[in-house]
């Protein structure tokens, strides 16, 4: 399975300031995604993000918003930009095996990065 | 369109008895169904998934589903309830329609094993 690491585990932030939340993946993997999940509620996509390409957003999500890097195939950011109370959520970012391998359309899921605005 | 809805919010079993978390799915596809576990403060872990061979899937800790078509179910199921079932549980679907292999998730079902 794929080892990934997120960073930061958690922050609390001021209203109107931006976060950018950094994932790790212990191999290279061609899809990477974003969720979000706010406070006792499930999981929801954000974007779908594949290296050498603008990142695609699902609806309700803008990139002006939720700015995502993917500069290569072990690394993606998202930012969440001018942040409001609404946004404290756990954002968590995942990786799909890679088609040829064993861990075909299996997804592993980071821990998660807690935030909260104040 | 993909969608799940599961139909249990909250279910509370006895520690010993039977589990049984419902989930139907909606896709345009053949899809590929998963269970997915999340513990208090911890990450996401995979319990199990379908992706069109064998209907009945054994997945880690003594749980299973079965796919059933006709009815567009995805049960999962576990034999004897243990106190460290206590979780939120997701059933999740994923097809090729979508971008890439997107997860869908659904609402959750909390479980709650009492002694």
């Known amino acids: 399975s794929a080892v990934i690491s997120q960073k930061p585990s958690r922050d609390i932030c001021q209203r109107g300031t931006s976060l950018t939340i950094q994932c790790q993946v212990d191999s290279q993997v061609t899809m990477m995604f974003w969720y979000r999940q706010q406070p006792g509620q499930s999981l929801t996509l954000i974007a779908t993000?594949?290296?050498?390409?603008?990142?695609?957003?699902e609806s309700g999500f803008v990139i002006d918003k939720f700015p995502i890097s993917r500069p290569n195939l072990t690394f993606s950011t998202l930012t969440v930009s001018n942040m409001s109370p609404e946004d404290s959520s756990i954002y968590l970012c995942s990786v799909e095996g890679e088609p040829t391998s064993a861990l075909n359309n299996e997804q592993f899921f980071g821990p998660g990065t807690r935030l909260t605005v104040l | 369109a993909q969608s799940v809805t599961q139909l249990d919010s909250h279910v509370s079993v006895s520690e010993g008895t039977p589990v049984l978390l419902r989930c139907n799915y909606s896709?345009?596809?053949?899809?590929?169904l998963f269970w997915y576990v999340q513990h208090p403060n911890k990450g996401l872990q995979l319990l199990l998934k379908?992706?069109?061979?064998?209907?009945l899937v054994k997945g880690i800790n003594g749980f299973e589903a079965e796919f059933k078509k006709s009815e567009t179910s995805f049960h999962l199921t576990k034999p004897s309830a243990h106190m460290s079932d206590a979780a939120e549980y997701f059933c999740v679907v994923s097809d090729q329609a979508d971008s890439g292999y997107a997860l869908n998730f659904g609402k959750g079902t909390s479980l709650l094993v009492t002694p």
């Open positions: 993000a594949n290296q050498g390409s603008e990142a695609t957003y």
């Open positions: 896709s345009s596809y053949s899809p590929s």
């Open positions: 379908y992706t069109s061979a064998a209907t």
